[in-house]
């Protein structure tokens, strides 16, 4: 029986690694009051009374313009916590899955990210990240780093269900067309997760998101469309393609920050989706529960 301490366990991925934890797993998933990221200090002394024997941690804070202005906090977070979690976990010899972010990247790329390319993130938000990366390798051999956009699901806020609440509210959206990703519905991302804890490739680096590159203006319309076939909303509605420069924001985001997945795809067996699917599964999952109620 593994005992795995998830932080983040309220947040959508943290749900979705509750939702599909293997048979052989026993979950411990303190809320944030409970285990406080931001007081990297307590949290030694809180993982000895938990004693788990497998860590991920997939919490972070994620508010990237906040991050301009809140930059210690985001830091006390997304690193000093995870040297912490990296340190108990070199100390007891168990493995570190630490979930990190594309926005590691600048973005000047044209063709997909792999893990060893070079990092220079152009916010704060993605440094904090980085630093905390740097963090859990160091202080722990058997971390694996695992890299994630553009993270989806039923649960929590993200953008695929701002659009869909934003649909049923007007009848056109403005969404930016220079920002180009790979999309990842955290179900997939969390089989990921479990799947590198089973099988344990060499430690390091790795990517995840579902195959294939879009831009948020296209993911839109990809969202809305699905959802008015499947009778969430009542009709599709125009996105209009617009420049980031369209919505001034605190922080810069990479223009381009695909990911490639093949390593760890090749590493652990893991199984990547075309983004479509995997929203189209989404927007099942969402029906279904409408439909129930």
Not at 229 to 240: D, L, N, R
Not at 267 to 285: K, N, T, Y
Request: glycine share 6%.
């Amino acid at each position: 029986m593994h005992t795995t301490f998830i932080t983040g366990g309220a947040g959508q991925l943290g749900s979705c690694l509750q939702e599909l934890m293997p048979a052989d797993t026993r979950i411990i998933a303190p809320n944030s009051a409970a285990f406080d990221l931001s007081q990297p200090h307590t949290l030694e002394k809180l993982l000895g009374t938990y004693r788990p024997n497998q860590i991920i941690n997939c919490g972070a804070y994620t508010n990237v313009d906040r991050a301009e202005t809140q930059t210690d906090l985001a830091r006390r977070i997304n690193a000093d916590a995870v040297r912490v979690l990296a340190v108990y976990a070199a100390k007891h010899s168990i493995p570190l899955v630490h979930v990190s972010t594309d926005f590691v990247f600048d973005g000047r790329k044209r063709t997909p990210y792999a893990p060893n390319d070079e990092t220079n993130p152009l916010n704060a938000y993605g440094a904090t990240k980085l630093a905390g990366e740097l963090a859990a390798i160091e202080a722990n051999p058997k971390t694996w780093v695992v890299r994630a956009s553009g993270i989806y699901s039923h649960h929590g806020n993200n953008f695929v269900l701002k659009i869909i609440e934003l649909a049923q509210q007007r009848e056109s959206l403005s969404v930016v067309t220079d920002q180009v990703g790979s999309p990842c519905y955290a179900p997939n991302l969390a089989k990921a997760l479990w799947e590198i804890l089973s099988v344990q490739p060499p430690a390091g680096i790795y990517h995840f998101a579902d195959l294939g590159e879009v831009s948020r203006c296209e993911f839109a319309q990809a969202i809305v469309d699905e959802a008015a076939a499947a009778g969430i909303i009542k009709k599709t509605i125009p996105i209009e393609g617009v420049l980031s420069s369209h919505f001034p924001s605190p922080a810069t985001r990479p223009e381009y920050s695909v990911l490639d997945s093949s390593l760890l795809k090749e590493s652990a067996g893991v199984s990547v989706r075309e983004w479509r699917p995997a929203l189209q599964d989404m927007i099942r999952h969402m029906a279904a529960r409408t439909h129930s109620n």
